[in-house]
């Protein structure tokens, strides 16, 4: 299964510990496509139909359901835990996104 950043794939995130984002869900791939050419791991931000506005969450709509991509959960997941791939983030959803990691992660 070619990996392909901004992707959106079906992940089983258990086992987790504490307040970590748990049980299969879709996730967006964030790990450049370089990377995820080579390593068996992959860098991945959960997806959840909680809506609360956090300055860390991206609204997206995704197979017919609204959610939000946690920016504030990413995680290097194997490659083994992906179980499906789904379609891909729009343009501007990846520019959002984009916008949001840099606000949170570079100062």
Known sequence: M?????SIVLVNLDPTVGSEIKKTRPCVILSPNEMNKFLKTIVVAPMTTNLKKYPTRIV?????????IAIDQIRTIDRTRILKRFDSLTKSEIAHCKSIMKETFVD
Do not use: A, S
Request: charged share 30%; net charge positive.
């Open 2 to 6: 070619e990996l392909k950043q901004y």
């Open 60 to 68: 997206v709509k995704h197979n017919g359901k609204t959610g939000m």
